[in-house]
């Protein structure tokens, strides 16, 4: 595709950076723009839509930290592959700026997990539940090491993940566990947290095992709940201005 044929408008001087930003998000989604697409150089641009160079420029490295441009040292500025793995990469950041979308992410999760856990009680093999224990006696051993612990719980439920057999629910899950990392870390800080955890994933394997989706199912639930009691805990300590975990 040929860049000349892409019309990138023109604007006013409110919120020129947004507004340029937006305007070739939209070009992305109305596929004029393609991953792997080479954009003008900035001087183009900007005479192109009438603004200035700095205007452009702020707008492409908003563009640069969501992952949805890339800057090529002699090269130029390329649309990314787009990737949904890629463009989530930091988006840890943004759930730092808004505690609200901690919990959003767990009643994600919530909907999600349980039915995995269901589809992963029916469809699990005997290598698996063998993994399953293998971690679940990683996690008990490294119960006072922090990252140690949060690496086995990861694995737990990357297994189960993997048994529900369905490619999407392993894509979603894919890109869950990515942006829930920042909230697991301050989560797994407290012990009654990991405590609970264990107690919990003994339940969800024990169901699992049993080939009782229906119990599974619930006993995901039941985990989650008790880890976004957690989390509650946490961020209430935050906003009331003590010491956060």
Known sequence: MKNQ??????YGR????????????????????????KLPPERELAEQMGVSRPSVREA?????IMKVID???????????????????????????E????????????????GIAELAAQRITDLEIHELNKFQEESINSVNNNE????????IHDVICRASRNSILQR?????????????????????????????????????TARDSI???QAMLDHLNHVEKGLKSVLSTKNSGQSSI
């Open 5 to 10: 044929s892409v019309d990138f408008g023109t």
């Open 14 to 37: 409110e919120n020129l950076s947004e507004k340029i930003a937006d305007n070739i998000l939209n070009l992305i989604r109305e596929r004029k723009l393609l991953p792997g697409d």
């Open 60 to 64: 492409l490295r908003a563009l640069s």
């Open 71 to 97: 800057h090529r040292q002699g090269s130029g500025t390329y649309i990314t592959s787009l990737e949904p793995n890629y463009l989530i990469e930091h988006l840890d950041f943004v759930f730092a700026l």
């Open 99 to 114: 505690d609200s979308t901690y919990l959003d992410l767990l009643e994600a999760r919530k909907v999600i997990e349980s």
């Open 148 to 155: 140690e612990f949060l690496k086995a719980d990861l694995e």
């Open 172 to 208: 979603t899950m894919a890109s869950l566990v990515k942006i829930s990392i920042h909230s697991r870390r301050r989560t797994v800080q407290i012990g009654e947290v990991r405590s609970q955890t264990i107690i919990d994933h003994e339940k969800i394997i024990k169901s699992i």
């Open 215 to 217: 119990a599974a199912r």
